[in-house]
């Protein structure tokens, strides 16, 4: 099996986030950079498949900067056997669309049976990418799994997801494209055979004319939505605390939550 896990690179979690009003984006300056833990849930499960299975590759594909390509060797450092790096300028200041065009341009040059992302990334958070790639190749998507199992046949799959209070199973053809939840599995940390062997993996640079796509469809002019403004939340105002005995202090309590948090 050919299993293709789209993987993006992120600001650290415990990284303070600035953003810079003038660019409308976060300032990069400083930051230190994962590949989003979701996306560590894809790679686990698509080493677990080829484990099982055996005779089944594992290929990353990110699109970003550069620096992306260390996202990609933290996947081989995993067990990942090759990586497709999306890079050029004309990609810059993509939208999800514009995001998901460029990444399903690139996996139609790869040989694939199954596509694994992350539910969502942590740093954009809105959940689009895997479902818009699956609509932009025409294949079936199951958003959130838990639990998977390849049937013998490898041309379906039984597949768990997370439901509100509930889990639903699916059958599902492949090639599909699954997004994984957290839960799915427990990311391996990479071991030093594994990092040392990094640099003899295979990373393929794709630009956009390598894609086969124009400047017109990608980065910002081939986005469909257009950040107009990017701020932080305002600064939480300090906690009040209600002094006095317990019924005096409830009615006071209630009286400012009616008359000045005007929640009641
Ligand atoms: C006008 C505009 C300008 C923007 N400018 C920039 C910019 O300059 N630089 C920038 O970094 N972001 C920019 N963004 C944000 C960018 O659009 C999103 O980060 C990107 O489209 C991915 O969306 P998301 O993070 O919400 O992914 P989600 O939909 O939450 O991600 C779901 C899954 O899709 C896959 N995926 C998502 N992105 C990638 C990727 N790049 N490569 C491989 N797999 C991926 C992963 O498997 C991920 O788990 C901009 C957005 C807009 C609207």
Request: glycine share 6%.
């Amino acid at each position: 099996m050919n299993i293709v896990c789209c993987i993006k690179q992120v600001p650290d979690t415990a990284t303070v986030i600035k953003i810079d009003p003038e660019e409308k984006h976060i300032q990069r300056e400083g930051i230190t950079y994962i590949v989003s833990p979701y996306d560590e849930f894809a790679v686990e499960e698509a080493l677990q498949i080829k484990e099982k299975l055996g005779d089944t590759t594992v290929t990353v594909v990110t699109m970003g900067p550069e620096r992306a390509k260390e996202a990609l060797r933290q996947c081989f450092a995993m067990g990942a056997d090759e990586g497709y790096h999306l890079v050029d300028d004309a990609f810059d200041d993509s939208d999800t669309y514009a995001t998901a065009t460029t990444l399903a341009a690139a996996i139609k040059k790869i040989d694939f049976d199954l596509i694994i992302c992350g539910k969502h990334a942590v740093d954009g958070d809105t959940s689009q990418v895997g479902a818009q790639v699956a609509e932009l190749l025409d294949i079936p998507q199951v958003s959130m799994i838990m639990k998977e199992e390849i049937n013998d046949d490898k041309k379906t799959a039984v597949v768990n997801r997370q439901l509100e209070g509930g889990e639903e199973v699916l059958e599902v053809q492949l090639p599909s494209l699954w997004t994984c939840q957290k839960g799915l599995n427990e990311p391996r940390y990479p071991t030093l055979k594994g990092i040392m062997g990094t640099k003899k993996k295979p990373i393929t640079d794709f630009t956009v004319s390598d894609l086969g796509l124009s400047p017109e469809e990608v980065g910002l002019l081939g986005s469909k939505t257009d950040v107009s403004k990017m701020y932080p939340p305002p600064p939480r105002l300090p906690g009040r605390i209600v002094e006095g005995e317990p019924e005096e202090a409830v009615k006071e309590l209630a009286k400012l939550l009616r008359e000045e948090a005007k929640v009641i």
